[in-house]
């Protein structure tokens, strides 16, 4: 009876990750990742290849280590751009350095984030501020739209800036062609119209459209080219031969596609997985992306994310788990070994058409408009957008990470400290500014940092901190709130350390309240003598033994330290006769 029903338990499984919603899901993925790796691979200026093996190592590997059961894990837009930036700004010599360039990057920017997940530094996409990557991916859609611009009108160019596109493009309209350009926009407005049909994978008919089209008519008696001939062959397993500084050089510069795929994907995860209730944990999913990077890298693939259109596609096709994205990879595989001969037929201004359409919704300035209405950070979304477009997508982008770094220094260094004080007798302590009827204790002062207590921020708190201490000199007993930090680094031990002695001095005693664990056991290692007895959950506590310290210290005008003193001895005093009684007679 027990095999019997592990069986059945078996079967059940089997039957969840092999559920017909999946299958619907994996085919519509498969649909949309077809176009896009056509797409991604012309902005990275690579084979199709390159983006195919890409996706699918991205899809197994995420579907092996991945939590999210809706992330697609496959070539993006940006990290695309990026790539085929970093790589010309090397100057390599001919297409076989630019590739073993290329493959270089993304091997060292999976090593990157599999680093980075093992020193559990999953959440580093939080640097990387919400309005400064709206703004660098507006601008990133702007810059590879106009890239596409040449394409649709069958027209080249000898320049990347898209400021000198336009201009190029102006300047040679008697070179454009009637009927590629008739093309890419009749391409454009099916798209359009497609979606309207959220469920139609519009991309992929456009394309089969495109190849209809091209096997009807010889498209190069109207003057329109084609994707031509595919070569695709089994990937290798290798690592480019490059010079040690060269490695070097690349490892720096993989820090910006790093933050950027880690900025991307975590913000796609994040938002599927709260829209179902779904638990992911940063790390794992950063050590996924890393993996699915370093191994594309070592098959010469593209970097690649978890994009938010396919993973939001994928969620609206109903995937349950992450099978969809392995059925979406075998369903790929099969288009692409049979169909190779069609892919070649695809027409270039649709290829342009589908370019354009990917990054569409980037272009949406709904969210740069929100932050004006806001009046919150607009200027820097800004900012991240001229960075962009004046100094091009590599050092936009290190200059937009910059700008989201620049701006949580700031928001450290203007350390913001709150008087508290008792609401009525609730025995709840608030912001006495905010609410003027609190009631404050005499010669105690209730201090609350609003910013964790760490190396860039400690000095600057307790500076201040010292500021409010002068202006009361009425003030015996400082009384600071730790509840917003979680622990504490050595800067900042160090610093409420000399901060103690310095008001020890001075005949004052500190105290903390709200105190974590982690910080309670720090800080009695570092100086047991000066925090004994002055570690508190709450600041009512906190309060309570302050006012016990001033009752004892005032009975004979003693100072502060004598009233401290008596308060040890009452408590030992306790303790023993606590003992005594507890102790069996006899």
């Given at each position: ?421 008792e609401l009525g007798h609730s025995r709840d302590y608030v912001d006495r500014e905010n609410h003027p009827n609190a009631r404050a204790h005499a010669k105690l002062l209730i201090l609350r940092p609003e ?136």
């Amino acid at each position: 009876m027990q095999d019997y029903l592990s069986i059945k338990a078996r079967l059940l499984g089997a039957g969840r990750w092999l559920s017909a919603t999946d299958a619907v899901a994996g085919l519509s993925v498969a649909f949309i990742l077809l176009p896009e790796a056509v797409a991604y691979a012309a902005i990275a200026h690579l084979p199709i290849q390159h983006a195919i093996t890409a996706a699918l190592v991205g899809l197994i590997c995420y579907a092996c280590l991945g939590k999210s059961h809706f992330a697609i894990v496959a070539p993006t837009s940006s990290a695309a751009a990026l790539l085929v930036a970093v790589v010309l700004s090397l100057h390599p010599v001919d297409s076989n350095a630019a590739k073993g360039f290329g493959v270089a990057l993304v091997i060292l920017t999976g090593v990157g984030l599999i680093v980075l997940a093992k020193a559990g530094l999953g959440r580093l996409s939080a640097f990387v501020s919400r309005p400064v990557l709206h703004g660098f991916s507006f601008a990133l859609a702007v810059t590879i739209i106009v890239k596409q611009l040449p394409m649709v009108l069958g027209i080249k160019v000898g320049v990347s800036d898209p400021f000198l596109i336009i201009v190029e493009v102006i300047q040679h309209r008697h070179e454009w062609v009637f009927w590629s350009a008739v093309m890419g926009c009749g391409a454009l407005v099916l798209l359009w119209i497609f979606k309207r049909w959220p469920t139609v994978p519009g991309a992929f008919v456009v394309l089969i459209l495109g190849i209809g089209l091209s096997e009807t008519i010889n498209l190069a008696d109207f003057h329109v080219t084609t994707l031509g001939p595919l070569l695709l062959t089994p990937p290798s397993l290798s690592v480019p031969q490059l010079p040690l500084e060269k490695w070097l050089q690349l490892a720096e510069l993989a820090f910006g596609l790093l933050v950027i795929i880690v900025a991307e994907s975590w913000g796609s995860i994040r938002s599927l997985s709260l829209i179902h209730g779904n638990v992911i944990e940063p790390n794992r999913e950063l050590l996924a992306l890393g993996t699915a990077n370093l191994v594309s890298g070592l098959f010469q693939g593209m970097p690649v994310g978890a994009g938010f259109s396919a993973s939001a596609a994928n969620e609206q096709a109903g995937a349950q788990s992450k099978m969809a994205g392995l059925i979406a990879a075998a369903v790929l595989l099969l288009m692409v070994v049979f169909g190779k001969g069609w892919i070649a037929l695809i027409p270039e201004p649709i290829v342009a058409a589908a370019v354009i359409n990917a990054l569409s919704h980037a272009l949406n300035p709904q969210a740069l408009i929100h932050l004006w209405r806001m009046d919150r950070d607009q200027y820097l979304a800004l900012a991240a957008i001229l960075a962009v477009l004046v100094f091009g997508v590599l050092h936009g982008m290190l200059i937009a990470v910059g700008l989201s770094l620049a701006s949580a220094i700031r928001s450290f260094s203007q350390p913001v400290v709150r008087e508290l004080a008792e609401l009525g007798h609730s025995r709840d302590y608030v912001d006495r500014e905010n609410h003027p009827n609190a009631r404050a204790h005499a010669k105690l002062l209730i201090l609350r940092p609003e910013e964790p207590l760490f190396f860039a921020s400690v000095e600057g708190i307790l500076a201040e901190v010292q500021q409010r201490l002068t202006g009361r000199t009425d003030v015996q007993i400082l009384i600071i709130s730790l509840e917003q930090s979680a622990n504490l680094d050595s800067t900042a031990a160090e610093c409420l350390i000399e901060l103690a002695d310095e008001l020890k001095r001075q005949n004052k005693v500190l105290l903390l309240a709200r105190v974590k664990d982690l910080i309670r056991r720090l800080l009695l290692k570092l100086a047991k003598e000066q925090f004994k007895d002055k570690l508190f959950w709450s600041v009512e506590d906190a309060v309570v033994t302050a006012k016990k310290i001033r009752q004892l210290s005032g009975r004979r005008h003693w100072p502060i330290k004598q009233g401290m003193k008596r308060l040890k001895r009452k408590r030992l005093l306790v303790r023993f006769v606590g003992n005594r009684k507890k102790a069996p007679s006899g």
